[in-house]
């Protein structure tokens, strides 16, 4: 009787733990809405198209200084104080654009936005880890993404009710959504600062040249480039999308930024199904089965000129691009499991792919035109088809 009680209890404290760590991934997501917000400046302001992407790769520029150093933060504080200082930073780059959206504020902002996040997902991942078995990790990775994909495709839905409902009377018009997502990062602050969490003891120290001399190893380099690819899809995705819409229909950015939208539910279903289906089938599998598809989608979005079509695209790219972090991340957390920190902040500096990748389509969409920004993310998904041989049985 008392060991059934006890189990109850550890199952009730397990979810009581959980739930906070959640709302975490939640506001991990509050840097997808680069994208959108970027579209929307960029209108505002009269940019180009490569000016305009910069702010994305502005966000995803300090992923590159600060992930490494997060990774040796975390073993002197622990990952749950780590996760705490991300999200005050997240808190205030959110407040910053609502005092006006000039080009330097929102370069302040995105900034912020962009070193917040990188804090945030090299610790909140292995954080993970302390709460759930090895065995359950990439599907418990994915359910954080699910969660994390609902506040990506929130983004352009809230940017454009706000644009046409509180622009009038307050004067924030699309910045509105800013305000929304400062107020949860407040509540996911309170939240995980009242939720005890017992840490396995920190990794040994270690500094930036033994971080980096883990790319040596074959197999975490493969799921480094992994990443970078994985991310440049996303971020491409995610920018990208509208334009080729009001290139190839002529529809406004209001009617337009729906694609982006439907990118980010699809993404967030195969969030939710790659949980369940990561614990019945080999991680190999599934991960072919998604690159296929996006593969499939690159090749429909080079010829494709309905709504409909580019809809399907973008649901494809959505659905298959939505495991992919999860799968590679576990893989390089438990190819070395006695350096997992340094390893997190290795394959989160990985998402410095989301600075490369969009400056690139960026450049190569100004020459020809959006197909230009959709060969750039086929490469992307071409080495993701190679990496695709490489993967491990995690027993």
């Known amino acids: ?42 209108k505002d ?52 654009p609502i005092t006006g959206d000039s080009y330097m504020t929102m370069l302040l902002s995105f900034s912020l936005l962009g070193i917040g996040n990188a804090i945030m997902q090299t610790s909140l991942n292995p954080l993970v880890t302390n709460l759930i078995s090895s065995d359950k990790l990439a599907s418990t990775l994915t359910f954080g993404q699910f ?4 506040a990506s495709f929130l983004a352009p839905i809230l940017a454009a009710w706000g644009a046409t409902t509180f622009l009038p009377t307050f004067g924030l018009g699309w910045r509105t959504l800013f ?52 991310v440049g899809i996303d971020v491409g995705t995610n920018t990208t999308a509208p334009k080729i819409i009001m290139e190839r229909l ?11 939208s439907v990118y980010f539910i699809f993404r967030t279903a195969g969030c939710f199904t790659g949980a369940f289906l990561l614990r019945l089938i080999s991680p190999r599998l599934f991960f072919g089965i998604s690159v296929v598809m996006m593969l499939a989608a690159m090749a429909m979005l080079f010829v494709c000129g309905s709504l409909m079509a580019i809809y399907t695209a973008l649901a494809l790219i ?37 600075t490369i990748f969009p400056l690139a389509m960026g450049l190569a969409s100004d020459s020809i035109g959006q197909t230009g920004a959709v060969a750039v993310m086929t490469a992307g998904v071409a080495y993701l088809l190679y990496y695709t041989l490489k993967i491990k049985t995690i027993k």
Request: aromatic fraction near 10%.
């Open 1 to 42: 009787m008392e060991v059934t009680q006890s189990l109850a209890t550890d199952k009730k404290s397990s979810l009581l733990q959980i739930a906070p760590v959640m709302l975490c991934f939640f506001a991990m997501g509050f840097v997808d809405l680069v994208g959108t917000a970027s579209n929307y400046v960029q």
């Open 45 to 96: 302001l009269g940019l180009t198209d490569a000016e305009a992407n910069l702010f994305p790769s502005l966000v995803f520029f300090w992923f590159l200084i600060f992930s490494v150093p997060t990774g040796m933060l975390m073993n002197k504080i622990g990952r749950k104080k780590t996760v705490l200082i991300s999200l005050v930073v997240t808190a205030i780059s959110l407040i910053i």
């Open 147 to 150: 969660v994390k994909a609902i």
């Open 179 to 230: 305000v929304i997502y400062a107020v949860i990062s407040f509540l996911s602050i309170s939240a995980l600062a009242a939720t005890p969490i017992e840490e396995e003891r920190p990794d040994k120290a270690s500094g930036v040249g033994e971080c980096l001399k883990l790319l040596g190893r074959p197999f975490i380099l493969l799921c480094f480039l992994g990443i970078m690819c994985h």
């Open 250 to 260: 002529g529809l406004p950015l209001e009617e337009a930024g729906f694609a982006t």
């Open 318 to 354: 959505g659905f298959g691009n939505s495991n992919i972090f999860s799968i590679v991340f576990s893989q390089a957390l438990l190819s070395s499991p006695n350096e997992k920190n340094e390893v997190s902040g290795l394959m989160i500096m990985g998402l410095f792919g989301g």
